[in-house]
Structures are given as C-alpha cells and as structure tokens.
C-alpha cells in the first residue's frame, strides 16, 4: 500500500471515530446555557423584539462605554436613551 492510501484511510478512520463519539455535553441535552429558540420564546413573551440598525463605529463604542460604566447591558443603555429622545420615558 502506498503512503498516501495510508494516511488516507488513518483518516478514515479517525473522522469516524469523531463522528461516533458525539457531541460533549457541554453542547448537548446537558447544557446549562439556553437554546436560541428558548431564549427567543422568554423575550417574546417579554414583548421585546429584535430591532438592527448601523450606527457610526465612534457612536457605537460611545454606547458601549455608557453601558459599561453603568453596568447596564447595551440593550438596556439604548432603550433608555430611545426613550428620553423620544419622551416617551
């Protein structure tokens, strides 16, 4: 057998051994982080929904220095600063 075929079928083998073992459970049913659809039911049922926009690069870290120094997640920094703009607070 030629070295190629060699290291050929080691590869084989060794990608189906991968395959067999599955995932850790870290990733598994064993997580303890949530699933994106469970998470996406939470916020829904908190009526939040998703909402991109493209802000300036110097805004952005501006908006993220604020929530940080508040201790605030960046969603909660712009939802309050949404609402004073638009006095709806």
């Known amino acids: ?40 039911q939470r916020e829904q049922a908190l009526g939040l929904v998703p909402f991109a926009v493209k802000l300036d690069a110097q805004l952005a870290e501006r908006l993220r220095q604020r929530a940080s120094e508040r201790g605030e997640t960046l969603d909660q920094a712009v939802a309050e600063l949404l609402q004073q703009a638009l006095g709806a607070a």
């Open 1 to 40: 057998m030629k070295k190629t075929d060699m290291e050929r079928l080691k590869g084989a083998r060794i990608a189906g051994r991968m395959k067999q073992a599955g995932a850790p459970a870290r990733y598994g049913s064993g997580s303890a982080l949530e699933s994106r659809r469970e998470r996406r």
